[in-house]
């Protein structure tokens, strides 16, 4: 094992810059080899960095996770002996028979999903292991850098493109970056309530200055990327997260004003939006169509791998085999624009469940934690589950290698003081001290 400080140096040098700043862009969180070497990167930075005991409660997250690795191995290793049906024309593809085995159609999409895996894994892990060293509120405010500067690209993009940025530059989809925004919001809420509460009791005002800018230059950003679906479930995240954690800190007169303000943000975000639909800005219509059209054909994917799928990361070469609509057959569709539908799809009935008791593993991890303690990191990790399990359901963002990976690392930190078995003073630190 390497020193304790050439430690410190890997974990904040090489870890955020890998997680919130690499990874988050386009042309990087999707390119293969740059995936690949993020993975790698990852890797070795686990190597390195010594991961604290777990108590016995991280098996039901550790067993599940396994077995998720595991079904995408299997799926990639059928491939490459061949176990593939055809992808070509509808009449020449041969779909129609179940796939009780996890075969998949083709051998670069399930290796991409597996680094995805890996990267999103391992990000965790990195997470869990620094978090015994670096407060929370350090990962917190790595996170809402990132969101400012991805979300400042991304507006720069709708004001001026294409005359000031590449299209290199930028997000998959304003979905993508809307959630990315979200869960930065969620953390500067849960970073600067104390303080700006702090200073409004002893009458510094001009102190709060700085973190509402902050906040309200986060708000523009996620308002500017025009995802109806990223504001909505941003605002009921945030008032979640009033109800949750932030509501036992103040008084009803501070609570009543800041559920006024949410009030207030949620009436603007409605009017910008009737202003869009009056003046057309954006597709609604043709966007809502897509989405069922795409529901529509995905569901006829749903018989042909009913345990197994049809393998990871195929979406894109199973959906043109059985599309009927002439309109999405004009572009590739590489996501389901639903990443249960999408799990569902491609891994079939038993990789949705390992999915989901992961899932649910981390919310069982988080209450107890917030039970038991009313720890205030992990009530921002509940309403950041929230808000991307909710934002899932009609978008692919946690399929995005970066915003998975970023929010996976901060979950992860969360998560060391509800996992970690540690003994004596770092047992009774509250992690976002």
């Given at each position: ?17 890998l997680i919130?700043?690499a990874l988050?862009a ?7 080899l740059?995936?690949?070497g993020?993975?790698?990167?990852l890797?070795?930075?686990?190597l ?11 098996l039901h ?15 990639l290793?059928?491939?490459s ?10 009449t020449?593809?041969d779909?129609s028979?179940?796939q009780?085995f996890?075969?998949t ?14 990267v999103v894994?391992?990000?965790?892990l ?13 990962f917190?405010a ?8 991805f979300?400042?690209?991304g507006a ?6 294409p005359?000031?940025l590449?299209?290199?530059a930028?997000?998959?989809?304003p979905?993508?970056?809307?959630t ?7 953390c500067w809420?849960q970073?600067s ?9 002893s009458g510094?005002?001009?102190a709060?200055t700085?973190p509402?800018l902050?906040?309200l230059?986060?708000?523009?950003a996620l308002v500017?990327?025009?995802s109806r679906?990223?504001?909505f ?7 979640l997260l ?11 007169y ?14 603007a975000?409605?009017a910008l ?5 009056i ?8 966007s809502l ?5 795409i529901y ?5 994917l749903?018989l042909?791998g009913i345990?197994f799928?049809?393998g990871?990361g195929?979406?894109e070469?199973v959906?043109?085999v ?6 999405l057959?004009?572009k590739?569709w590489?996501?389901?624009h639903?990443?249960y539908?999408?799990l569902?799809?491609?891994?079939g009935?038993f990789?949705l469940?390992?999915?989901l008791?992961?899932f649910?593993?981390v919310?069982?991890i988080?209450?107890?934690e ?8 992990a009530g ?14 009609f978008?692919f963002?946690?399929e ?10 901060v979950?992860?930190?969360i998560l ?15 992690p976002d001290v």
């Open positions: 094992m390497l020193s304790t400080s050439l430690q410190r140096l890997i974990a904040f040098a090489l870890v955020p810059g919130f700043f988050p386009y042309r990087a969180g999707n390119d293969p740059v995936l690949t993020a993975a790698a990167a890797s070795l930075c686990l390195t960095v010594s991961l604290p005991r777990i108590r016995g409660s991280a997250l550790i067993l599940p996770l396994g077995l998720i690795m595991l079904v995408q191995l299997l799926a290793g059928a491939n002996l061949g176990c593939a049906p055809p992808v070509a024309a509808a020449a593809a779909l028979a179940q009780w996890p075969c159609l083709r051998f670069g999409n399930s290796l991409y999903a597996l680094l995805q895996t890996w894994i391992a990000s965790g990195l997470g869990f292991a620094v978090a015994g060293r670096v407060p929370v509120g350090r917190n790595l996170l809402v850098f990132a969101a400012l500067l979300g400042g690209l720069v993009r709708i004001v001026f493109d005359l000031v590449p299209d290199s930028g997000f998959v989809n979905n993508s970056l809307s990315l925004l979200v869960v930065g919001l969620l809420m970073q309530s104390g303080p700006v509460i702090d200073h409004l009791r510094r005002f001009t709060v700085g509402l902050l906040g230059l986060l708000v523009v500017m990327t025009q679906l990223g504001m479930v941003g605002l009921c995240a945030c008032g009033v109800l949750v954690e932030l509501g036992r800190r103040m008084t009803r501070q609570l009543l004003h800041l559920a006024t303000l949410l009030v207030v943000l949620a009436l975000v409605v939006q009737a202003v869009a639909w003046n057309q800005v954006g597709d609604i219509h043709g169509l897509s989405r069922l059209s529509e054909q995905g569901a006829q749903w042909k345990v799928g049809v990871g195929t979406f070469v959906l043109p059985v599309n009927t609509d002439p309109v057959a004009e590739l590489t996501k389901a639903s990443t539908l999408a569902y799809i491609e891994q009935i990789g469940i390992v999915h008791y992961a649910a593993a919310v069982l988080l209450l107890g917030w039970w038991r303690r009313r720890s205030s990191a921002l990790g509940l309403v950041i589950v929230f808000a991307i399990g909710a934002h899932s359901v978008d963002s946690m995005i290698p970066g915003v998975a990976a970023s929010v996976a690392a979950l992860g930190a060391h003081s509800g996992l970690a078995a540690t003994d004596g003073p770092e047992a009774a630190l509250e």
